[in-house]
């Protein structure tokens, strides 16, 4: 059984049964045992949606709520992104029957098998994850980076991670993790997971962690390899974006399907002054990031 973490609140529960699906589609021959950690705004009804979600696909696999109080509580929030992120700093303590695990964020689909990501070999690291080059290479994101002290071609994404549980409790770093969490990180868990890290973390192919949208400009690399599509920018269910389709096709095809939702974001995908407005503000952050 491969354990796998999932992190969010009452406003992100449809994209964490979007995703959920996404997984169970394309590892059908896979059992999954699914932790969700959620606040108190996550309900019995958004509980009983995501149960359903999972016996439909998967009869093989289960699905478990841990709810998180206060532990974060006062922890710096930026970019509307709730203190549900920093959840998952604490996964290892969580959920202590399983030495490794799987976590990922929920504004992704995964489009194949990812038994092979589980199955490496992380002895002696904290962490697996993903360096994303159209994040890194950005120069203010970079000079950012270079001031945590870490080179920017080192940082990974903390949307998908392989997390070595028992190294992290062997090492005892809850209380450090808590302790950076009160800080002022532009990029939140995702910064304390690479201070925490620094040194020992493996470093994943960027199939494993891919946005549409960014450019990829090593190798032979291309977006039709991805097996985890990372949605990490606009969100399909909000806006139009890059392979917005493959999003809505998983939705599609969900206990989630709402055909109001579908219309009003097609709608607003294509009204003159939102789409001049987005456009615009693209721009504006190309313009930066040049």
Known sequence: MIPIVFST?????????????????????????????????????DKASLSKQVAIISSKSRINFIHLDSAFAGSHEIRDISIACYYRLLIPWLIPQYDKIIYSDVDIIFRSNITDFFEQDISGYYVA????????????????????????????????????????????????????????????????????AKGRIKYSELKYNAAPG???????????????????????????????????DVFDNSVFRNDWLCEKVSADAINPKLWIKNTWKKLINKYFHI
Request: glycine share 6%; net charge positive.
């Open 9 to 45: 609140d009452h406003n992100y529960v449809m994209p964490t049964g979007v995703t959920i699906t996404s997984l169970l589609n394309t590892n059908k021959n896979e059992e999954f045992d699914i932790f969700i950690l959620c606040g108190n705004d996550v309900s019995a009804d």
């Open 214 to 248: 960014r450019l990829y400009p090593h190798g032979n690399v291309s977006i039709e390899d991805a097996v985890v599509l990372h949605y990490a920018g606009d969100k399909p269910w909000k806006t139009f974006t890059l392979r917005w389709r493959e999003w809505w």
């Open 129 to 196: 994850g993903v360096n994303t080059p159209g994040f890194t290479s950005n120069r203010k994101t970079a000079a950012y980076i270079r001031k945590l002290g870490i080179a920017p071609d080192k940082y990974i994404n903390s949307g998908f991670l392989l997390i070595n549980s028992a190294r992290q409790r062997k090492d005892n770093l809850k209380t450090e993790l808590l302790e950076l969490s009160k800080k002022k990180y532009l990029f939140q868990d995702q910064d304390i997971i690479n201070l925490i």
